[in-house]
């Protein structure tokens, strides 16, 4: 079993900025594939960003220069820095570790981000 704990969510004005992380623990199994994916209200959930243990990262296009994922390998972390926030980025944003070659997905609780003046 593997745990995903998210954190850092919360309300910011457009423009801002904030920081999610998500700690995995458990049966950590690689080359793996650690990343957020979020949903809108009425909206069905999407890729925002991810990172594979080799490092090779890949994002939504509506989050390429405003967005930043990275990991620490080491602490099974993976972090989504997020700039230039804009009021069509609030959803929850959902942790998600994929294990490559053995095909089994793990997910967080999610964290609200609200994005609002």
């Known amino acids: 079993q593997v745990q995903l704990v998210e954190s850092g969510g919360g309300l910011v004005q457009p423009g801002g900025s904030l920081r999610l992380s998500c700690a995995a623990s458990g049966n950590i199994f690689r080359p793996n594939a650690m990343g957020w994916y979020r949903q809108a209200p009425g909206k069905e959930r999407e890729l925002v960003a991810r990172?594979?243990?080799?490092?090779?990262?890949n994002y939504a296009d509506s989050v390429k220069s405003r967005f930043t994922i990275s990991r620490n390998n080491a602490q099974n972390t993976v972090y989504l820095q997020m700039n230039s926030l804009k009021p069509d980025d609030t959803a929850i944003y959902y942790c998600?570790?994929?294990?490559?070659?053995?095909?089994?997905?793990?997910w967080g609780k999610g964290t609200l981000v609200t994005v609002s003046s």
């Open positions: 990172i594979r243990s080799d490092g090779s990262t």
């Open positions: 998600n570790i994929h294990f490559l070659g053995i095909g089994i997905d793990y």
